[in-house]
């Protein structure tokens, strides 16, 4: 039996989301987002629903449930602001291991990493609808080896902001 068919001792009894458990020997992943929006989501022991923010890949995995940690994390990489724009996106995912506050264990979770560039700047830049959001972005991503392309593209987009 390989371990893609192994029940991991600290899995989630609701199976249908992606969990640390599900990344392949533990090694990062890089997803593309295909939808990203509040849903509900059944927990299968107390049998109630609740609002989560879920995250669906364009690849063969599982949906994410994105908490705030992440969610702040996808905002940086990407710089769209809207999870509706967010498509397209790629991020990368891996194991972290953080302090549980109520029992003060130390426990695996998924957490999106800071560095992956998640959607082409040309991708990002259409998807930008305000002069103000195209300036933090162009202060967030100058200098970071984009060169004059870059610049260029961002001054048409201004442009074309401008003009609406």
């Not at 790629?90 to 003060?104: A, G, H, S, Y």
Request: one cysteine or more; charged letters at 35%.
């Amino acid at each position: 039996m390989n371990t893609n068919e192994k029940t991991h001792w600290l899995q989630s009894p609701n199976k249908n989301y992606l969990g640390h458990w599900d990344l392949p020997n533990g090694d990062d992943i890089i997803l593309t987002i295909k939808s990203a929006k509040w849903e509900k989501v059944k927990n299968p022991i107390t049998n109630t629903e609740e609002a989560k923010r879920v995250i669906r890949f364009e690849e063969d995995v599982k949906p994410f449930i994105c908490n705030q940690t992440n969610a702040q994390t996808i905002l940086k990489v990407i710089g769209i602001k809207f999870m509706e724009d967010s498509d397209g996106g790629k991020i990368q995912l891996f194991v972290d291991n953080i302090r549980d506050k109520r029992t003060k264990e130390d426990i695996d979770c998924i957490r999106v990493r800071p560095t992956v560039e998640s959607v082409s700047w040309k991708q990002a830049l259409d998807k930008i609808n305000t002069v103000e959001e195209l300036k933090n972005y162009y202060q967030k991503n100058k200098g970071k080896g984009k060169g004059k392309e870059f610049d260029k593209a961002v001054s048409i987009r201004k442009a074309q902001l401008t003009d609406d």
